[in-house]
């Protein structure tokens, strides 16, 4: 089982970084899948109060200028590791300066991630700074609660505005409720709304456009005036927007029946 | 004792202050014929701090009225740092302080005259003390580096700030090596490891055999850096072998400071040697060096690892390394036979913010009035500090 990754561009080690640092923000360990052409972390919080499940995919070409693996065999062709998402978030926050990244796996009295950054330097000399990130090898036979999550079809599906915005609001009311109530539809329209005893605040936004729905079932919200409706903890909403580090083209909420 | 401090020099008083502060909850201040020193101690007596502010350092500088013994105090550091809190204020509104001790009363006082007339006058009290000094000697360590603060302060930067102890060694090539320090006690909780390489080039004197090595305090040592680096200085690292204290010196015109730092004595079962070869490989080392990386896969071992672990009952990932992997040729650090009576050596009392002193060698300090506690040479317990009486 071998891993070994070497990134010089900057660019894409801001972005690799603050992908790092969203996860980071997520939760405490994570799950990092190798396979030859990816990169995936994986959350996959089955906590009963309902907690983040993340599936996040990266092209291993958009990031590495190098990158070879071997999985654990030929028919399995792939590693997974699990470590404390933080010491990776820390590690690369290291490589601010950084001329070249280089990430391997390898075995110092336990398994590691060893993050290796040479640093631009202005004196002659050169400077490495390498981070042993520890890191536990899961077997094959938990590999199957790892896949990818099937995202089944959607009864409403909206595009999300700027975040940064919906995080604010989402902020403000977190103060006054526990819970959020999520409303769509079919029309572009997206309304957040609490209601106590006291008051009732809600925030429209208009013009969303919605993503094409894969479904060919008749969905209840055909009718694209009428709105979907979720209930959901405010706190693990902005868990998720206090996270968001990457600017996303685009972010989808669907409503799903379950 | 009269001091009259004036212009950018408060600041640099209150970064002093600062920078002890990091060490100890008291602070011992002397005026001397040499100047005004400020030191302290920290309570597991591991770390000893100095400044000494020569009088050309003041606009006016009375070490003693006429006739008079000079007097010596023990103040709380926090009530002293109280004053020169914040390094922002001092900077913007402070024109002169003066520090004054007068035999008759019982109150250091410190006179801050600030902008627009404002004079805020802190009386702080006191308790007689006996002369607070560590033996040591910079010319006896054999081990020395001397690099501008602000490359120390690069070499440092990688480190989380919690992090209690850092290792600092010589490798190959003249590399000037940082490696974080983690306790085998925590090994169930596996932590990250930090390691930071620097070219000798980058050290204005380096004085050291490959593979020397000495782990101390980070967190402390933090307090000094930071001054030097604001007072845009050097920094002197005087050393020996583990267990040995550690001198961080820097000096100027005006000012010089010492820190004086325990190291680690006990042999560390995973050697922190950091020439050695990784457990694993009789090859070169892998960690940082100028010369070709060694990428070669067959270095990483995890493929036997792996084997291992598949064939372990409950495969549920040991994290265990199976002996087999061990390199045959590998030998742990012998300890040396005088080491070995102060490894029970346990300190009474732990000071949070300090590393758990159990492993530290005390320092040894001598009272140099009392002739009663004359010096005893080396020893694992050190001579009492006289405060009782106060």
Redesign the interface.
């Known amino acids: 089982?071998?891993f070994?990754a070497k990134l010089v561009d900057a660019a894409c080690l801001n972005n690799f970084t603050r992908v790092s640092n969203t996860i980071a923000k997520l939760a405490k360990t994570c799950t990092l899948r190798i396979s030859p052409d990816k990169l995936n972390f994986i959350l996959s919080d089955k906590v009963a109060n309902g907690g983040v499940s993340m599936w996040c995919e990266l092209e291993q070409e958009n990031f590495f200028s190098e990158f070879q693996m071997e999985g654990?065999s030929a028919e399995n062709n792939a590693i997974y590791l699990e470590l404390?998402s933080e010491?990776l978030s820390?590690?690369l926050k290291?490589a601010q300066n950084a001329r070249v990244l280089?990430i391997?796996?390898?075995?110092?009295?336990?398994?590691?991630l060893?993050v290796?950054i040479e640093l631009l330097s202005v004196?002659?000399?050169?400077?490495?700074?390498?981070?042993?990130?520890?890191v536990?090898?899961?077997?094959r036979?938990l590999w199957k609660d790892l896949q990818e999550p099937t995202v089944p079809d959607a009864d409403v599906s909206i595009y999300l505005p700027v975040l940064k915005t919906m995080k604010s609001i989402v902020e403000k009311m977190k103060n006054i409720s526990n819970h959020l109530i999520i409303e769509a539809n079919l029309n572009g329209e997206l309304n957040l709304k609490i209601e106590t005893e006291l008051v009732c605040v809600t925030t429209h936004f208009k013009d969303l456009g919605n993503p094409p729905l894969a479904s060919e079932n008749a969905s209840q919200y055909r009718n694209s005036e009428q709105m979907a409706e979720v209930h959901i903890d405010i706190r693990k909403l902005l868990q998720f927007l206090a996270g968001q580090q990457v600017n996303p083209t685009k972010a989808t909420c669907s409503k799903f029946a379950f | 004792m009269k001091c009259l401090v004036t212009g950018s020099n408060v600041k640099v008083l209150g970064k002093a202050v600062h920078s002890l502060s990091r060490i100890g909850d008291e602070l011992y201040l002397e005026p001397l014929e040499d100047g005004l020193s400020l030191r302290t101690v920290n309570s597991s007596r591991s770390a000893y701090a100095c400044f000494l502010f020569a009088p050309l350092f003041f606009q006016q500088y009375q070490a003693a009225t006429p006739g008079q013994d000079p007097l010596r105090c023990k103040i709380l550091m926090k009530s002293f740092l109280s004053v020169f809190r914040s390094l922002a204020m001092l900077e913007k509104t402070v024109e002169k302080c003066c520090i004054s001790l007068n035999g008759r009363s019982s109150r250091l006082v410190v006179q801050l005259y600030c902008k627009y007339g404002v004079r805020k006058t802190h009386n702080l009290s006191f308790q007689d003390c006996e002369s607070l000094q560590a033996v040591f000697d910079p010319a006896v360590c054999p081990h020395v580096l001397c690099a501008p603060a602000r490359v120390l302060g690069?070499a440092v930067?990688?480190f989380?700030p919690a992090l209690a102890e850092v290792t600092l060694g010589i490798g190959r090539g003249h590399?000037i090596i940082l490696r974080s320090y983690q306790e085998e006690a925590d090994s169930t909780v596996?932590?990250?490891?930090?390691?930071?390489?620097?070219?000798?080039?980058?050290f204005q004197q380096l004085q050291a055999q490959e593979g020397v090595a000495i782990t101390f305090c980070l967190k402390e040592f933090r307090g000094l850096l930071s001054f030097a680096e604001s007072a845009n200085l050097s920094l002197s690292i005087y050393f020996d072998g583990p267990g040995r204290p550690a001198i961080f010196a820097i000096k100027d015109s005006l000012l010089d400071g010492h820190f004086v730092l325990a190291t680690l004595s006990e042999p560390d079962p995973?050697p922190q040697d950091l020439r050695a070869p990784?457990?694993?490989q009789p090859a070169p080392q892998?960690?940082?060096h100028?010369t070709p990386?060694l990428?070669d896969?067959a270095l990483?071992?995890?493929?036997s690892?792996?084997i291992a672990?598949?064939t372990t009952v409950g495969?549920?990932?040991s994290?265990t390394?199976p002996s087999t992997?061990l390199s045959p040729g590998f030998q742990p650090h012998c300890s040396p036979g005088s080491h070995s009576e102060e490894e029970d050596d346990t300190e009474p009392s732990t000071v949070p913010g300090t590393p758990p002193p159990k492993k530290f060698r005390s320092l040894f300090f001598g009272s140099i009035l009392a002739p009663a506690h004359s010096p005893q040479g080396p020893s694992p317990v050190l001579a009492e500090d006289s405060e009782g009486e106060g």
């Open positions: 089982m071998k070994r654990v404390t010491n820390r590690a290291t280089k391997k796996l390898t075995n110092k009295h336990f398994p590691c060893t290796s004196s002659s000399s050169s400077r490495v700074v390498t981070h042993d990130i520890p536990k090898v899961i077997p036979k | 690069e930067l990688p989380p590399r596996k932590a990250m490891v930090t390691e930071m390489s620097i070219g000798g080039e980058d995973h990784e457990l694993q892998l960690q940082a100028s990386h990428d896969f990483d071992d995890i493929d690892y792996m672990m598949e495969s549920e990932g994290r390394l992997s």
